[in-house]
């Protein structure tokens, strides 16, 4: 079965600094994809980051990487210089090449002035 | 493009009343999700869908029904509400697997 786990409910960073999420997943496939979608307190989820398991080169998306290390089956979100805009719900997601999306409990993210 | 809308952004239902959520997109997008979301949780799938004409269930689909007439429109039906079924929908979909799924804004429903 595949498992995606968010072990921080909650988080919180101070404005301009950099914080790092944590997510490891569980599947037995060699290919599939890992993303990370943010919801705002608006409710609407949108797509961070997204990352292909064969690629070797972490995903970057300008303040936002990903740190994944394959082996370890981890795949840590870094926000560097966060913003108040940052504050939101935080979820880990696997897909492995069908039409499921496991996700996971999700981070909350405090960004503090 | 408006992405992907749902319609009514918000619903208090009595215990045993029915209604139906609406979903559409205009990415031309084949797959097609309903989630829901309890509060502090992730998202659990209830149906899929893989095209016109095709569904299937998800995690949780007691309770609900789907369609899929056209590539656009994704409805989701809840027939005799419980308090079981308060909760927030999402409506997602996706040109293909392992692609970024686009979510609507979802539909709050509270029922009481």
């Known amino acids: 079965a595949q498992t995606v786990t968010q072990s921080q409910p909650e988080m919180s960073v101070q404005e301009a600094e950099t914080v790092t999420l944590s997510c490891t997943y569980d599947?037995?496939?060699?290919?599939?994809?890992l993303f990370w979608y943010k919801q705002p307190p608006s409710r609407q989820m949108i797509l961070v980051i997204r990352q292909e398991a064969y690629k070797q080169q972490n995903a970057t998306e300008n303040r936002f990487s990903v740190n994944f290390q394959k082996a370890a089956k981890s795949f840590s979100l870094k926000i560097s210089d966060s913003q108040l805009g940052d504050t939101a719900m935080y979820f880990c997601a696997l897909n492995t090449g069908g039409f499921k999306t496991i996700f996971g409990a999700g981070t909350r993210l405090f960004v503090k002035a | 493009n408006a992405g992907v809308t749902q319609t009514p952004k918000f619903r208090i239902l009595k215990i045993g009343q029915s209604m139906t959520l609406q979903c559409t997109q205009d990415m031309n997008h084949n797959y097609m999700y309903w989630y829901r979301q309890d509060p502090g949780m992730g998202l659990k799938l209830i149906y899929y869908s893989v095209g016109a004409g095709i569904t299937d269930k998800g995690e949780v689909p007691n309770g609900y029904n789907v369609s899929r007439s056209t590539t656009e429109d994704f409805p989701l039906r809840l027939e005799l509400a419980a308090p079981s079924q308060t909760s927030v929908y999402f409506c997602?979909?996706?040109?293909?697997?392992?692609?970024?799924?686009?979510f609507g804004p979802g539909t709050r429903l509270l029922v009481l």
């Open positions: 599947t037995s496939e060699n290919n599939y994809y």
């Open positions: 997602a979909s996706t040109p293909g697997t392992g692609e970024t799924q686009y």
